[in-house]
Structures are given as C-alpha cells and as structure tokens.
C-alpha cells in the first residue's frame, strides 16, 4: 500500500465526498468531509457561513478542521473544492498523505451542481468559470490526477485502488 491516508481534491461538484465514502468502505477505513465537518462545528451550513460571516472566515474554519484530521491514519479526506489551493492546506495535506485530484470538464461540474444557493461561489457564472480555471493551477500540485468527467464511482475506486497497491 502505497499510503495510509489519501485526499481527495477537486473542484465542486467533482464527487469528493461520494468517491471518499466508497474508497473508505472499500478499505475499511474512515471517511470524513471538511465541509461537512466546518458544519457541525459551526452549526451552520457553508452557504450561511459565506453570507453571515464571508470567505475569510469560512477559510479560517476550514483549515482548523482540516489540520485536525493530519495525523490520525486510515482516512480518507473529502476536502472542499477551495482547501488545496491554499499553500498551507496544500503543504499539510501533500506532507500527511496522498493527494488525488478528480478533475471534472467545467460543463460537467455546471451539470452537476445542484439549484437552490447551496454553492455560494456558483452564483455568478463569468466568477465561477474564472475561479475554476484558477484553481486548477493548485490542483496540479496533487500526487495524483483522475479523469472523473465521465467516470463511475466503482470506476474510480477501482483506478485508486490500483494506484494505492502498486
């Protein structure tokens, strides 16, 4: 086994949270979700976050729950889609496992996303389109990319299971 911890970046609605879960039954190991985490510390969802508090905060938020989870093994860490870009989060995470960039084409993520507000940087469609292509340049620092464009979960699974035992 190549690593004991594995982290899964990505843009939104690139399938961080649903490829962690399977990847972690699959090697029995456990599955936590920053944004799903910075929720339950909070006690509010990132789209409140954003609108009471801004982006800062949200970031500030982000990295404490992420530096928790350096350390512990046997984990898979599904990371918000902004996590990695931040040269720290990043140094963190490629110093404490593997990190494994499912790369989604822009039309997919748009696709993807659901309606309703839930992604608060999705609502300007020119910003968002900007802001994926900028951290793209981040994800590039990653130990490991996938093509998960058109991919299945099991496919995806299958492929890190591959990389992670040779």
């Known amino acids: 086994m190549k690593a004991d911890k594995v982290y899964l970046i990505g843009f939104m609605a690139a399938g961080k949270t649903t490829v962690a879960r399977a990847l972690a039954k699959r090697l029995d190991w456990r599955a936590v979700d920053i944004d799903e985490l ?23 938020a982000e990295r404490a729950v992420l530096l928790e989870q350096v350390g512990p093994r046997h984990l898979v860490v599904a990371t918000g889609g902004g996590t990695f870009v931040d040269p720290q989060n990043r140094a963190a995470m490629n110093g404490d496992g593997v990190s494994v960039w499912l790369d989604v084409p822009f039309d997919r993520v748009i696709a993807r996303l659901p309606a309703g507000g839930r992604r608060p940087l999705a609502a300007d469609r020119s910003e968002f389109e900007r802001l994926f292509h900028l951290r793209r340049a981040a994800y590039e620092h990653a130990h490991l990319r996938l093509d998960a464009g058109r991919a299945s979960v099991d496919a995806l699974v299958e492929q890190l299971m591959d990389w992670l035992e040779h």
């Open 38 to 60: 910075v929720e339950q510390r909070e006690h509010q969802t990132v789209a409140d976050i954003f609108a009471k508090h801004g982006e800062p905060y949200f970031r500030a």
